[in-house]
């Protein structure tokens, strides 16, 4: 019999590339998403590449009135785990709308294990992120790092929910729970057929550089320029959603692999810094194109260094990255170029 997941956010640009890497598994998918941040088309294409259906619960898990909705869903048939995705996740929102952040990533979470309680499954792979570390920890990043501190709401969400789930583990022994912390996702499904779609302004290093690599935008902005790293510019652990969606199914595994339940909090990256510059280098090397950039001030609360320690994700999950930046770069761009508009176009 095969196994059955629920990926809540499976539409989003993570979770596109976890609900693949499931089916290709031999995993069953239902997915929870309102598309909120996502295109429908993104699961018909997920279908495709992963050569099965998906079972889709179009319903916002953040709001109280759908519990009922989801669980009869849900309650169908037998599910083994859940990946849980679903979220807000732009820093400089959630700064300006912090309820909104704490009410959607909060109460997702709770409805979650409510549902999950309901329908007796006690698996939970959670997206995290590196974000829950504060400053003045070493490089690399281990998970016993001396401070947690997010700097932002949307940070504190993720660093809420981790505690949410370990408590959860303290009060009932049963429940299975993996905190996943990933550093930078960049790059896209190798076919570019999936990937990432961002609404507005790109947030994010990777999608801005590809939108002025394709001409949609003038020029990239490198905040900062004079930080003590090899070249100046803000060095951060890139890792290839290829990776990260095989890092979940590991997880999973590892979970239900284990003889009682667990709770692990676990980085998932390459453990090696790229900086800003390298990144813009690799970019224009792989696309062919220049990459106009000007250096403007340092992004308050940014850090100048941050990469991954992987040696608990080896160890527990038997996973580690393996693509370089060459092919998460190349695989950025022909997401971007096949899909100048995204899903939209
Ligand atoms: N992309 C990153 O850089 C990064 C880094 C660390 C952690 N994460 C976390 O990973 C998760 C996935 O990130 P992503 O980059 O794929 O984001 P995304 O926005 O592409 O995907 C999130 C998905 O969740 C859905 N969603 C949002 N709120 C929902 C709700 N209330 N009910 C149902 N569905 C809802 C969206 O429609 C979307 O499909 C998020 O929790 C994010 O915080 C992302």
């Known amino acids: 019999m095969s196994l059955h997941i629920l990926v809540t956010g499976g539409a989003g640009y993570i979770g596109s590339h976890v609900c693949v890497a499931l089916l290709e ?85 709770l409805n979650l294990i409510e549902i999950m309680g309901a329908v007796g499954s006690n698996t939970i792979v959670f997206s995290s992120s590196a974000t829950v570390y504060g400053e003045g920890n070493k490089n690399p990043l281990t998970e016993a790092a001396v401070s947690y501190a997010p700097t932002n709401p949307y940070g504190r969400t993720k660093y809420y929910n981790e505690n949410i789930l370990r408590d959860l583990y303290i009060s009932n022994n049963d429940w299975r729970i993996a905190n996943l912390r990933y550093f930078n996702p960049v790059g896209a499904h190798p076919s570019g057929l999936i990937g990432e779609d961002p609404q ?7 999608p801005y550089i590809a939108q002025v690599a394709v001409g949609r935008r003038e020029k990239l902005s490198v905040f900062g320029g004079d930080y003590p790293t090899r070249d100046g510019s803000g060095v951060r652990d890139y890792i290839h959603v290829q990776d ?72 527990l999950f038997d996973w580690e990255a393996k693509y370089d930046l060459e092919q998460m770069c190349a695989d950025h761009w022909r997401w971007q170029m096949q899909n100048p508009s995204g899903y939209n176009g």
């Open 244 to 315: 990260l969606a095989s890092g979940h199914v590991a997880a999973l595994q590892f979970l239900h692999n284990q003889q009682e339940g667990c709770t692990a909090d676990v980085n998932l990256g390459t453990g090696k810094g790229v900086s800003v510059f390298e990144a813009i280098s690799a970019f224009e090397r792989v696309s062919s194109r220049a990459i106009p950039f000007e250096v403007t001030a340092r992004r308050p609360g940014d850090l100048a260094e941050v990469y991954a320690d992987v040696t608990l994700a080896r160890q």
């Open 25 to 109: 598994g031999g995993y069953q998918v239902t997915v929870i998403d309102n598309f909120s941040n996502s295109h429908p088309e993104a699961l018909e294409r997920v279908a495709k590449l992963g050569g099965g259906a998906v079972t889709l619960i179009e319903a916002d898990l953040a709001d109280e009135g759908s519990i009922d909705f989801i669980r009869q869903q849900v309650a169908e048939r037998p599910v083994h785990g859940a990946i849980h995705l679903a979220g807000l996740k732009a820093v400089g929102e959630s700064v300006a709308k912090p309820a909104l952040y704490y009410h959607t990533n909060i109460n997702a979470t």
């Open 200 to 206: 507005g302004t790109p947030n994010n290093l990777f």
